[in-house]
């Protein structure tokens, strides 16, 4: 058996794949289809790649094994993670079309679920403790993404208005987002998402942020994100990509248990949103009976 190590590269899986495939004629069939089809196998479940390569599944499961995981699934939140950056909108469409004799719902939950697991461990981490101090300080805190990746700030931005003053979502083409620079760096943290696709804008204007001396702290999903060199304390959360479109459910789940974090360390909070509910009710936000 391989010992199971994170492929970071293709030729690091390639390497792996070919230990294994030493080991029966079966093992180098499944090695060699998945050398050539590694962008496609994210969108099938264990059933559908036996199915392609006209093997059993159990010869399947005992392969994934073998290369050290505890099973397909394991293997797959470990590949989605390589290739994420690489697949275009066309590409997930058409794989995602090509692969539909499994129910592609129990493979998309499998791989999230597990990626829900990884939180605890992420949660232990030094980068995590300078992310949640970011939150914790006095100094106004600016939510900057861009693209799909900057869907995530409404919601992050919501509960941290409620939560404590001088926090702003800051988007491309945006005048905030133009005049970000000209604040002082002492002044301001940065806290930056980047997800797959990594979009350029955000590169760039984090480069331009560090360079200026400003404090950034960056959510992404892999130590090799563009943002990761660009950040004084960087979070790996993953994201799940055999579905024609990003999942951000785990990202979103943690930065709900950062801030829930947070508020275990905001004495003012309790008052805080006493206040926010008060005015909620004399402008009749929300509906009642």
Not at 184 to 189: A, G, K, L, S, Y
Request: proline share 5%.
């Amino acid at each position: 058996m391989v010992t199971k190590k994170a492929f970071q590269s293709v030729e690091e899986l390639e390497v792996m794949l070919m230990q294994v495939a030493k080991e029966s004629p079966i093992y180098r069939k499944i090695a060699l289809y998945i050398e050539k089809n590694y962008l496609r196998i994210i969108f099938m479940t264990a059933n559908e790649l036996a199915e392609k390569m006209g093997v059993s599944q159990g010869s399947v499961s005992r392969f994934f094994i073998t290369l050290g995981y505890h099973g397909y699934n394991e293997f797959l939140r470990n590949l989605q993670r390589l290739v994420s950056k690489q697949l275009t909108a066309p590409q997930r469409l058409q794989y995602s079309k090509e692969n539909h004799q499994d129910n592609p719902l129990r493979t998309i939950m499998d791989v999230e679920l597990g990626n829900m697991d990884e939180l605890f461990d992420i949660m232990q981490g030094e980068d995590y403790d300078k992310m949640l101090q970011m939150i914790l300080s006095a100094k106004p805190l600016a939510l900057i993404s861009a693209r799909m990746s900057a869907t995530i700030l409404p919601y992050v931005g919501y509960i941290l208005h409620k939560m404590r003053p001088d926090v702003s979502t800051v988007v491309p083409d945006t005048p905030e987002w133009e005049a970000l620079e000209l604040r002082d760096p002492r002044q301001v943290n940065i806290l930056a998402v980047a997800f797959p696709r990594y979009p350029n804008v955000l590169i760039r204007k984090c480069e331009s942020l560090k360079k200026k001396g400003f404090s950034i702290c960056a959510l992404t999903d892999s130590r090799f994100s563009p943002i990761s060199d660009l950040a004084n304390g960087c979070v790996l959360v993953s994201v799940t990509t055999s579905s024609l479109f990003d999942i951000y459910s785990t990202p979103i789940a943690f930065f709900n248990l950062l801030l829930r974090d947070a508020a275990k360390q905001m004495p003012e909070l309790e008052s805080r949103m006493e206040k926010i509910e008060e005015l909620e009710r004399r402008d009749n936000v929300y509906f009642t009976n």
